[in-house]
């Protein structure tokens, strides 16, 4: 019988200066694909609605907020087109935004257990929670095109560019949702910082108001929110509005600046993790 | 290329013990920690290790285990073993030194990590299966034997929160049965479940070993080291102090921990002696000769006594006292005059072979005395050792009789229809 070569792996005090494994990330894919199918089945088990609910919550809040800034607070003026349309357009990335990133950075100390028994790369669980979140996403997705019907707007072939924007919102995501699960593990306050942070963070989007209300020399400063450009992109390609050139690239570069220094981060301090989780 | 299979050179890990203040006095300490302790705690989150107590759990352990070695880790609590098993699984980096892993590793410190009570048995076999490494194709392969090993054909598609914990544990171990490592590092997994399936584990134990598998074992069960492993290392303080064949290195590790502790494993030291002439040790054997602290009723047992030196004169007598678990007498016996053994004066080690055991399920201990009978008594060494009774059913009926409720003993019988 012919072995394959044995392959040896040395363990050591790590260095100073960690890397990201890609190979290993990817040696791993399965068990990520194994996290996500175990929180969506998990997420909807023993619920009477299931997935309606990915489509409720989202529209909900748009309602609360178009019936509050739209009717009562005058917003729908400044806005072309239905102005529930236009905030349940940003509020479809900005909703997996908060929920992946909440999910995200409760992932690590919620999966303590795992940690502490298991070796598999730490990076999969925030990453498991981030994408279990896509589905309710396509699903509410679904939801916006039959509400663009029931308002008479019709899809252009913008909306081709829409991927680009969720791919973004997707790098928002994981960089801030990774960041907050390293920090949350060793500093517990954290967790009670993401609650008004994300809601600070939705006024500071364009999901309520339209991109052109903040004056046009603030907007580059206002686009390194990454949400900022990612949200007016997105809806600017689904329902149409503005979404100039320059905010969307600030912003897709922040969101690449901050998945980076998020994943250098993770890696440099998840050796630790099981120490103090 | 080296035949060694796990090669761990120089290995120490530090922890830092948490080391909060307390005992604040006054209203103006209060105050100043409410102010300043949150900076002070930031500082101590962000550098664990820094200001704090620091403790070695594992201290320049170096380690070479050849390809086929089955190697049992034993040691008492804090010696450096859970932590040891953390760094081989790689849960936990090493402060120093290195190991080399040799070959696919799989690491099991419980059976069914990430078992989610919401899915069935059947979802559960994957996520736990992808958790432990396998791949799907290997799953969906190995599904089958998997199920039949648990024995859970008909509940598969049973959520497992519906489950009994034996169930559970079963179907936990199957999945862990059907890791096909060239390496495979296990915590006390063989502890769990009933006997029934207890044996089952242990002869797939067997399969790994005799499939030319390594294995590293840790436990506390020195019972199944003996059986299982080729080769036993004795941790403590972190350090490797012994490392051998199992049966010699079980049995130093026994007069090394359970004695003093004054714990049941079946042996015993004398903690405070007399000075004058004295009993000093005890072993409870079976008939294959290992000290042990649970027999079953109907086996025989050795009673090995070990005396201090030359006795004050010749022809004495060794008695023992059969004590229940309300420390009540219910047995005697003696080198004579209940036998005619009379111990000369230089004899140092006396052995009593008892049996077979009629005593129900339970625990009971031996006092022993030393002397010429009806004459002198030398030394009385109370309550020396305990031992239990782990399974009472001498007619083969399933049904344990246990001295709870239906005595110390049972007496051979016979029930007929009379006229």
Redesign the interface.
């Known amino acids: 019988m012919v072995d394959p070569p044995?392959?040896?792996?040395?363990?050591?005090?790590?260095r100073s200066w960690q890397t990201l494994n890609l190979a290993e990330l990817w040696a791993y894919r399965?068990?990520l694909f194994?996290f996500v199918?175990?929180d969506v089945?998990?997420r909807y088990?023993?619920t009477v609605l299931g997935a309606l609910w990915a489509i409720i919550q989202p529209l909900t809040t748009t309602f609360a907020f178009a019936l509050l800034f739209g009717r009562l607070g005058g917003m729908a003026r400044h806005v072309d087109g239905p102005y529930a349309l236009h905030v349940f357009a940003g509020m479809l990335p900005w909703t997996f935004f908060a929920n992946a990133v909440t999910l995200a950075a409760n992932s690590l100390v919620g999966s303590g257990?795992?940690?502490?028994?298991?070796?598999?790369p730490r990076l999969l669980v925030p990453l498991a929670a981030i994408a279990s979140g896509l589905l309710d996403f396509a699903i509410a997705f679904v939801g916006l095109l039959v509400m663009m019907a029931v308002y008479g707007v019709a899809p252009s072939a913008s909306m081709l560019a829409a991927p680009l924007f969720v791919a973004g919102t997707i790098a928002a995501a994981a960089g801030t949702g990774i960041l907050f699960a390293a920090l949350v593990v060793?500093?517990r306050d954290v967790r009670y910082i993401i609650t008004f942070a994300l809601q600070l963070w939705l006024f500071a989007s364009p999901v309520l108001y339209p991109l052109d209300m903040i004056p046009a020399r603030w907007r580059l400063l206002y686009a390194v929110n990454p949400m900022a450009g990612l949200v007016a992109g997105f809806r600017a390609s689904v329902v149409g509005g503005p979404a100039p050139a320059d905010v969307i690239l600030v912003s897709s570069a922040s969101a690449a600046v901050l998945l980076l220094a998020a994943v250098r981060y993770f890696v440099q301090v998840e050796?630790?993790f099981?120490?103090?989780i | 290329m080296s035949s060694d299979a796990i090669d761990i050179h120089g290995l120490g890990k530090r922890y830092a013990i948490g080391a909060t203040p307390i005992g604040r006095t006054t209203l103006g300490e209060s105050l100043t920690d409410w102010v300043t302790g949150p900076w002070r705690r930031f500082r101590e989150l962000s550098r664990p290790g820094e200001r704090a107590a620091q403790f070695w759990a594992l201290k320049e352990v170096t380690l070479k285990i050849a390809v086929g070695e089955v190697v049992g880790i034993i040691g008492p609590n804090g010696a450096g073993k859970s932590t040891l098993l953390k760094i081989l699984s790689r849960i936990t980096a090493p402060t120093e030194g290195y190991v080399d892993l040799h070959g696919r590793v799989s690491s099991l410190l419980e059976v069914g990590t990430g078992f989610h009570p919401d899915l069935t048995g059947r979802e559960n076999i994957f996520l736990n299966g992808a958790i432990l490494g396998m791949f799907r194709a290997e799953i969906v392969r190995k599904l089958d034997a998997i199920v039949a090993f648990a024995e859970l054909e008909q509940f598969i598609d049973t959520p497992v929160k519906h489950y009994s914990s034996g169930m559970y544990v079963r179907l936990a171990f199957s999945v862990a049965a059907h890791l096909e490592p060239e390496i495979l590092i296990i915590d006390e997994v063989l502890s769990v479940g009933d006997l029934h399936f207890r044996n089952k584990c242990l002869g797939r134990m067997q399969d790994l070993r005799s499939e030319g598998r390594t294995v590293l074992f840790v436990s506390h069960d020195l019972t199944s080291v003996r059986q299982l492993c080729s080769r036993a290392v004795m941790l403590q303080h972190g350090r490797i102090v012994d490392d051998g064949p199992p049966g010699e290195v079980t049995r130093r590790y026994e007069r090394l921990y359970h004695d003093a502790a004054g714990n049941s494993s079946g042996a015993a030291d004398r903690l405070h002696p007399p000075h004058t002439y004295h009993l000093r040790r005890v072993e409870l054997r079976t008939m294959r000769g290992e000290i042990a602290s649970q027999f079953d009723a109907g086996d025989v047992m050795e009673i090995h006594l070990w005396s201090s030196g030359r006795a004050p004169e010749n022809s004495y007598t060794v008695e023992f006292k059969l004590l229940n678990s309300d420390d009540e007498v219910i047995s005697f016996g003696a080198a004579n005059p209940v036998q005619t053994t009379y111990y000369p004066a230089d004899a140092e080690h006396f052995v009593c072979r008892l049996g077979p055991l009629p005593l129900t399920e339970g625990s009971y201990a031996f006092s022993f005395t030393v002397g010429v009978w009806n004459k002198e008594r030398w030394d009385f060494w109370q309550k020396a050792v305990r031992f239990t009774i782990g399974r009472c059913d001498p007619f083969g009926t399933g049904h344990g009789i246990s001295n709870v409720n239906d005595g110390d003993f049972v007496i051979p019988q016979e029930w007929l229809t009379g006229n």
């Open positions: 044995r392959r040896t792996l040395r363990l050591e005090a790590p399965e068990l194994f199918w175990r089945k998990v088990k023993q257990h795992l940690i502490s028994k298991v070796y598999f060793t500093f050796r630790r099981a120490d103090v």
